[in-house]
């Protein structure tokens, strides 16, 4: 079963342009995990945020998290055509739970 | 690099045969995750394993199993295969079994059944 829920499916858009993508998610959570995957390549963790924070970053990441609304976004700033990849926004399927659910994930495309 | 370790990296193998996929964790971390990846299924949980005992089941086939061995390392087992079995299949690791530790894959084991 699916927790969460990427949106758009696909996004393309020009180098040095701001990337948003969105999660919404079904359950109550305790954390929620963002994930990029190179085409054929393995999963690598960008970014995890607790269910007690409302924003984070790392680099040209920030993640925002809405529990209220169960959702979250990811937007990468002035992307870079290394940033085309997979996006995946990943949850536990119930509070406590350790392993996580992947959404269908976002593909983005940088155009140079 | 994660520091998981999945090997054989490629397979290709016959419909009815039995593959094995082995992984290692990262240094430290005592739990580790499967998952399938397949086009029309996403990516999908397996199993858990927590300090060599099974601690959650996904949509795993009971085709399938997998055991996490006193070092750690887990294999995951896949017989009467099957055409739909073709996919990546992930192994993860984190150090703890308690929620909100990051979680960490390795680069796959692509699974090609001909």
């Known amino acids: 079963s699916q927790q969460g829920e990427e949106d758009p499916q696909a996004l393309s858009i020009q180098e040095g342009e701001n990337a948003t993508m969105n999660c919404s998610y079904k359950?109550?959570?305790?954390?929620l995990q963002w994930y990029r995957q190179n085409s054929g390549r393995g999963l690598v963790h960008l970014i995890l945020?607790?269910?007690?924070?409302r924003e984070k970053h790392s680099g040209r990441l920030r993640v925002t998290l809405d529990t209220s609304k169960k959702s979250s976004s990811l937007l990468i700033t002035a992307s870079r055509a290394a940033d085309t990849a997979s996006y995946f926004c990943?949850?536990?399927?119930?509070?406590?739970?350790?392993?996580?659910?992947f959404g269908q994930g976002t593909r983005l495309t940088i155009n140079p | 690099d994660s520091g998981v370790t999945q090997t054989p990296k490629h397979l290709i193998t016959a419909t009815g045969q039995r593959v094995t996929l082995r992984c290692s964790p990262r240094?430290?971390?005592?739990?580790v995750y499967w998952y399938q990846q397949s086009l029309d299924q996403g990516l999908q949980f397996l199993i858990q394993?927590?300090?060599?005992?099974?601690?959650a089941k996904g949509n795993i086939l009971e085709r399938f199993s997998a055991q996490q061995f006193p070092d750690l390392h887990s294999e995951l087992n896949l017989s009467s295969l099957e055409l739909g079995d073709s996919a990546l299949y992930f192994c993860?690791?984190?150090?703890?079994?308690?929620?909100?530790?990051?979680?960490?894959f390795g680069e796959g084991s692509w699974l090609t059944v001909v």
């Open positions: 945020i607790r269910s007690n924070e």
């Open positions: 394993y927590y300090n060599g005992e099974e601690r």
């Open positions: 359950t109550s959570i305790n954390n």
């Open positions: 990943a949850t536990p399927p119930r509070r406590g739970a350790q392993k996580l659910v």
């Open positions: 993860a690791s984190s150090v703890a079994s308690g929620p909100g530790n990051t979680i960490y």
């Open positions: 240094s430290g971390d005592l739990s």
